[in-house]
């Protein structure tokens, strides 16, 4: 999960405030612990992945590594663990694409929706943050996150200029999400009818909307990966 920590230390020779407009994407790791709970009660053991995080993870559970904060973290084993992973929980943080060239899963909540989603994949599983019109209070659905033009945004000022609030997804969305995860990867998730039909809903959105942005660059090939059947399941409303 990306926070500010590495670019506000690490680089902190730069000037101040040059890189706010990767802020839309930060999170707050405490929203991950409940999955890494689960997860450890499933039999895994969580690693936490990073370098000069802002703060540690509140677990005691001896399966869960605050590896960041660890004196033995090195770059090598940063890839090791990315690449031999069951798979990755992630917010599209950089580390991320290691797992991927190493064919592992992925579990990625994203933003920008419409861009650099992690579709190639059948094994990858996909979520987006909470999109809020700040004047209205009410939560965008796919096409009006598409036409408030930030389905592509890659600045926060984006969002700031059309008036639109990025939500972390509650801690028991992202458990959900990494139990879903889980499930598939061992041939215990069952999709229902209802699950296709709403896939199916979904992407069909997805893509009619790309096409309208009438951009020429072609963001993604063929759609090989899921997004979360367990938040279309209750967020039936979201899929328009």
Same mark, same amino acid.
């Given at each position: ?8 230390r690490?680089?902190? %020779?730069?000037? #101040? ?7 839309? @994407?930060?999170?707050?790791i *405490?929203? /991950? +612990?409940? =999955? ?23 677990s005691? %559970?001896?399966? #869960? ?7 033995? @973290?090195?770059?090598?084993? *940063?890839? /090791? +663990?990315? =690449?031999?992973?069951h ?14 060239v ?5 579990a ?54 059309n ?7 509650t ?36 893509e ?33």
């Open positions: 999960m990306r926070d500010s920590g590495y670019l506000n690490y680089l902190e %020779n730069y000037e #101040i405030g040059k890189w706010d407009y990767h802020s839309y @994407r930060n999170g707050d *405490d929203n /991950y +612990i409940l =999955a890494a709970e689960e997860l450890a009660s499933r039999g895994y053991y969580v690693f936490r992945l990073g370098t000069n995080v802002l703060k540690p993870i509140k005691s %559970n001896p399966k #869960i590594i605050d590896y960041s904060n660890s004196k033995l @973290r090195s770059e090598f084993m *940063d890839i /090791y +663990i990315s =690449a031999k992973c798979f990755c929980l992630t917010t599209g943080v950089g580390i991320d694409g290691v797992s991927s190493f064919r592992r899963p992925i990625c909540v994203h933003v920008p929706l419409g861009l650099s989603l992690y579709t190639n994949n059948k094994n990858h599983l996909l979520l987006t943050k909470h999109h809020i019109n700040k004047l209205s209070k009410k939560e965008l659905t796919i096409s009006e996150i598409f036409s408030s033009n930030v389905a592509l945004s890659t600045s926060s000022k984006d969002f700031l200029d008036d639109v609030e990025l939500v972390e997804n801690s028991e969305e992202i458990k959900d999400f990494a139990i879903e995860m889980d499930q598939r990867l061992n041939n215990e998730w069952k999709d229902t009818n209802e699950d296709k039909e709403n896939q199916k809903k979904f992407w069909q959105i997805f009619d909307n790309l096409k309208k942005l009438n951009t020429n660059e072609k963001l993604h090939g063929k759609i090989y990966a899921k997004f979360s059947s367990n938040y279309l399941r209750k967020n039936k409303d979201w899929i328009k």
